[in-house]
């Protein structure tokens, strides 16, 4: 009787721990580093028909003419513009694109370029003071202030935002292209 009346028992204990397993495997979060392809021919690369001195200008003069600010060591081959919107009162969106240019053997050049983008809202945070002796001490409430906080932040993956790009920088490398070809031969 002792062997039968401890299988129900048993029964609901094996239940609960696949109920639990199931659970839990639905909190588990996906590695987004697992699908990562890794393939020749994405958004963030374009080879242009040029040298790596006009390209590399080109882009420069990509990112002064639509507004963005610069952002560069003074060693560094990576150029960075930057540029901020207010999309509301409470909003501010930063776009922040991040190139390198490298040459190719053939006598062009490929501009590797990645945009970010960060949203920042207002958010209030609490402020309190501190006062003590020895080891007693006390915390009390002290106010508020609101602050500008990063809420989300994701690397740009729209083909097209990267085709306006590449296509500004191609068109300006073309004429740079022209200009010192024609100067060269004067």
């Not at 609101?146 to 993956?157: A, C, F, G």
Request: some cysteine; proline content about 3%; glycine content about 4%.
């Amino acid at each position: 009787m002792r062997a039968s009346a401890s299988a129900p028992h048993i029964r609901f204990l094996y239940l609960n721990l696949f109920a639990a397993a199931i659970v839990l495997s639905g909190c588990a979060a996906k590695e987004v580093y697992r699908d990562e392809a890794f393939r020749p021919q994405t958004q963030f690369s374009e080879r242009i028909q040029a040298p790596s001195k006009i390209v590399c200008w080109s882009v420069k003069r990509a990112f002064l003419t639509q507004g963005y600010m610069l952002d560069q060591s003074a060693d560094s081959p990576t150029l960075t513009g930057v540029k901020t919107y207010q999309t509301d009162k409470e909003t501010t969106v930063t776009l922040r694109l991040q190139t390198s240019c490298a040459e190719n053997n053939d006598g062009s050049s490929t501009v590797f370029a990645t945009a970010s983008r960060d949203v920042a809202k207002v958010q209030e945070e609490k402020q309190h003071r501190a006062g003590g002796i020895g080891w007693f001490t006390l915390t009390v409430p002290a106010g508020s202030k609101d602050t500008l906080q990063i809420v989300k932040r994701e690397t740009i993956q729209d083909r097209d935002f990267y085709k306006r790009f590449y296509a500004l920088v191609r068109s300006f490398a073309e004429e740079d292209a022209k200009t010192s070809r024609g100067t060269a031969v004067q």
